[in-house]
C-alpha cells in the first residue's frame, strides 16, 4: 500500500536559520510523482513543486531546495534562511503513475513550521 | 484570472440536513478531485472525477454525494449519512496528458461546521 510519512509534526525556528522538513514514502509502483504543498493559514493549498520518479536530481528554487533519495524513499524540503512568511503546513504527497488505481493524490500528515522574528 | 472557485467559504449546518458545497474551475481541466481536511491530518480523498458524467469513489465517499454534469462544475453534497461531516474541504483539478493526470491545483476551501 502507499503511504507518506511526515514525521515531524511541528517545528520552530527563529528568522534566518535553515529548516529541513522530512518526507518518507513507500510504493510497489516503479513510475510516481512526488509533490510538495504548503498550506498557509488561509488554508489553501499551493503547489510548491512536483518530482518524478525517474528524476533524482535536486532541484532549487530560490531559498527552497528539495533532496530527492530514491534509494531511502525520501522526498526531504528544505528551506534556506526561513521567514516569518514561510509559516504554514506543509504536505509531502504521492501519487501513482495513472493506470488501474486512478490518480489519488496520498497525503503525509503534514509538518506546522513556525518562523518566529 | 483562471482558478478554483469553491462557495461558500464558511458553512453551517444543522444536523439531518444534506448541503452542496461549490466548485468551479475555469483552467479547462479535466480531472476534478474533493479532499477532506481534519484537523492535524492530511487530505483524505473522497471523490474524483476524469471526465463529464463520470466520476470514481475515494477512501471515505460513504455520507457523500457528487455530479459532474459540466466540465468546470464538481459539486459536492454532503448528506445527513455523514456521521461527521464537520472539516475542511478542499476542492482540485488538473490536466489530463494521454492517461496520465498532471499536478493537481487546489481551491481555496470550505469550512464546514454541523450545529
Known amino acids: 500500500a502507499q503511504k507518506v510519512t511526515q514525521a515531524q509534526t511541528e517545528i520552530s525556528v527563529v528568522e534566518k536559520e535553515d529548516v529541513t522538513l522530512d518526507c518518507v514514502y513507500e510504493?510497489?509502483?516503479?513510475?510516481?510523482?512526488l509533490f510538495w504543498y504548503k498550506q498557509p493559514p488561509s488554508g489553501e493549498l499551493v503547489f510548491l513543486i512536483r518530482r518524478n520518479s525517474f528524476d533524482e536530481q535536486n532541484e532549487i528554487s530560490g531559498r527552497y531546495s528539495w533532496n530527492f533519495q530514491k534509494s531511502t524513499s525520501s522526498f526531504n524540503f528544505t528551506i534556506t534562511a526561513s521567514q516569518v512568511v514561510d509559516s504554514a503546513v506543509y504536505f509531502c504527497?504521492?501519487?501513482?503513475?495513472?493506470?488501474?488505481?486512478?490518480?489519488?493524490?496520498?497525503f503525509g500528515k503534514g509538518t506546522t513550521l513556525s518562523v518566529s522574528s | 484570472d483562471g482558478g478554483i472557485t469553491q462557495s461558500p467559504k464558511y458553512l453551517f449546518r444543522k444536523e439531518g440536513q444534506n448541503v452542496t458545497l461549490s466548485c468551479e474551475q475555469n483552467?479547462?481541466?479535466?480531472?476534478m478531485y474533493w479532499y477532506r481536511q481534519d484537523p492535524g491530518q492530511g487530505l483524505r480523498l473522497i471523490y474524483y472525477s476524469q471526465i463529464v458524467n463520470d466520476f470514481q469513489k475515494g477512501d471515505i465517499a460513504e455520507g457523500y454525494s457528487v455530479s459532474r454534469e459540466k466540465k468546470e462544475s464538481f459539486p459536492l453534497t454532503v448528506t445527513s449519512a455523514q456521521k461527521n461531516p464537520t472539516a475542511f474541504y478542499l476542492c482540485?483539478?488538473?490536466?489530463?496528458?494521454?492517461?496520465?493526470?498532471?499536478?493537481?491545483?487546489f481551491g481555496p476551501g470550505t469550512r464546514l461546521t454541523v450545529l
Open positions: 504527497a504521492l501519487s501513482e503513475r495513472e493506470g488501474q488505481a486512478g490518480t489519488a493524490l496520498i
Open positions: 482540485a483539478s488538473s490536466s489530463k496528458i494521454g492517461r496520465r493526470t498532471d499536478t493537481q491545483y
Open positions: 510504493t510497489r509502483d516503479t513510475t510516481y510523482y
Open positions: 483552467l479547462n481541466h479535466d480531472a
